[in-house]
């Protein structure tokens, strides 16, 4: 048994198939929530807390939280201390774990006593907003991991964890705010039961943008992403949430032209490379990927359906995304002037 130097108090060091396995996981884990939330959308639930979409959906959660288990008992078996048996990055995972555990247990009694969630209401109900955040602690996990590395890796091969814990935390961000997702409530399309909602629509807009750069901003900050990580982590995103939309058929254009914002906000990366020693570059990346994200969104509802609103007002909203994250772009990378006080 290798006992850690200080008396088992330092932290076991980071697994490569540690953060494969979580990743995995917890995609499946993710998946299982989209399940339950098409089953949800399109009223395939009934009165009762065992659902097979749950079963799905708790499924996931116990496989990964016994990946955690299991990491941490062999971790505390070669000698570190229980404190530091968690390696670096997946501490939060843990507490995710038993947040996860005492909201779906109070999730139970909750549907006992008031019933099943309709509608919006499942997406607020304080026990299933306790479980989305459990959900972000534990699906975070290979992201953090990569974070605390002393040397960030490159390539695929060791990177994949990272872009999968990036598309699995935007889309926990996502489901959750579904009644305000362009995918889900395309209010700018002309055969929309909402057309004409501007105000809703724009609405949406700058709040999905808010969640969209705020998890691609963090990642270009602080990781080394491998070449199509925006790509990637868009057109799932898009996928699954196109799953959610109960109006008509599966929105298949306006998931085509996700991939599509994905592929050139890849390139946009490769080309400004924004980092914190370019500002101009990382001014210039914040505003371009939602802007050009929402103008192939109206162009796809433009070559399908149509688009409802007028000229002055989608132009508006793809000026206002832009905007949204340009000023995002300030909270992690503030003025030098800033920095140096």
Do not use: K
Request: positive net charge; proline residues 6%; aromatic residues 12%.
């Amino acid at each position: 048994m290798t006992v850690s130097a200080n008396g088992g108090r330092e932290q076991a060091p980071a697994s490569t198939g540690l953060d494969w396995a979580v990743a995995t996981l917890s995609a499946m884990f993710v998946g299982g929530l989209y399940l339950d939330g098409w089953a949800h959308a399109h009223g395939r639930v009934d009165q009762s807390f065992f659902t097979p979409w749950h079963a799905v959906f708790y499924a996931g959660y116990a496989a990964t939280a016994s990946v955690l288990a299991v990491a941490v008992v062999r971790r505390h078996a070669r000698g570190y201390a229980w404190r530091w048996a968690a390696p670096p990055g997946y501490g939060l995972s843990l507490l995710g774990v038993l947040v996860f555990a005492i909201a779906g247990a109070s999730d139970m009694v909750w549907h006992i006593l008031f019933g099943i969630e309709a509608g919006i209401q499942a997406l607020l109900s304080p026990t299933h907003l306790a479980l989305a955040l459990g959900m972000g602690f534990i699906v975070s996990g290979p992201l953090r991991a990569a974070w605390r590395r002393p040397e960030p890796a490159s390539g695929w091969a060791v990177q994949a964890p990272m872009v999968l814990a990036l598309t699995s935390t935007l889309s926990v961000f996502t489901l959750f705010t579904l009644y305000v997702h362009p995918i889900v409530q395309p209010a700018a399309g002309a055969d929309h039961p909402y057309a004409g909602s501007e105000a809703m629509g724009v609405a949406s807009i700058l709040i999905q943008t808010g969640l969209l750069m705020g998890t691609i901003l963090i990642g270009v900050r602080f990781g080394t992403l491998p070449a199509g990580t925006l790509t990637v982590m868009i057109a799932l995103n898009a996928a699954g949430m196109g799953f959610l939309n109960i109006h008509g058929d599966y929105p298949l254009a306006l998931v085509v032209a996700a991939g599509m914002a994905g592929l050139f906000a890849d390139l946009l990366r490769t080309l400004l490379r924004p980092t914190t020693g370019r500002p101009l570059a990382w001014r210039i990346f914040a505003f371009a990927v939602p802007a050009v994200f929402y103008l192939c969104y109206i162009l796809a509802l433009a070559l399908t359906e149509g688009v409802a609103w007028s000229v002055h007002v989608w132009t508006g909203a793809v000026v206002l995304a832009g905007i949204a994250g340009w000023l995002l772009s300030y909270l992690l990378l503030p003025p030098r002037s800033l920095e140096r006080r």
